[in-house]
């Protein structure tokens, strides 16, 4: 399984940034996909996760109402829409496939991760 990770960059705080992640080597709509962040000197986080349908989601409180995730399954993408960001989620955000149809909220949740793109929001 491969996982490309698209979208960081350099941001305004206030402003946004949408990262995608796409998946190959097995079937995709099957699992619940998710993303974390690690920013240096941290470890590795929770930021949001959805399940193989795209109707549950879960979010870490820190980014309820500003980040979304989504995904489309005909694609084999997921998604992260980051809205009015703030310097404190400046980290390399990683998008993970879960091992499960569910959406899994820990590290111990996923089997497969992406190599991670950086998101650095200055304020």
């Known amino acids: 399984v491969q996982l490309e990770e698209s979208g960081g960059g350099l941001v305004q705080a206030g402003g946004s940034l949408s990262l995608s992640c796409v998946a190959s080597?097995?079937?995709?709509?099957?699992?619940?996909m998710g993303w974390f962040r690690q920013a240096p000197g941290k470890e590795r986080e929770f930021v949001a996760a959805?399940?193989?349908?795209?109707?549950?989601?879960s979010y870490a409180d820190s980014v309820k109402g500003r980040l979304t995730i989504s995904r489309d399954n005909s694609k084999d993408t997921v998604s992260l829409q980051m809205n009015k960001l703030k310097p404190e989620d400046t980290a390399v955000y990683y998008c993970?496939?879960?091992?499960?149809?569910?959406?899994?909220?820990?590290?111990?949740?996923?089997?497969?991760w992406g190599q991670g793109t950086q998101v650095t929001v200055s304020s």
């Open positions: 993970a496939a879960g091992r499960y149809s569910i959406a899994a909220v820990t590290t111990a949740g996923y089997a497969y």
């Open positions: 080597g097995r079937i995709f709509k099957l699992f619940g």
């Open positions: 959805i399940d193989w349908s795209g109707e549950d989601r």
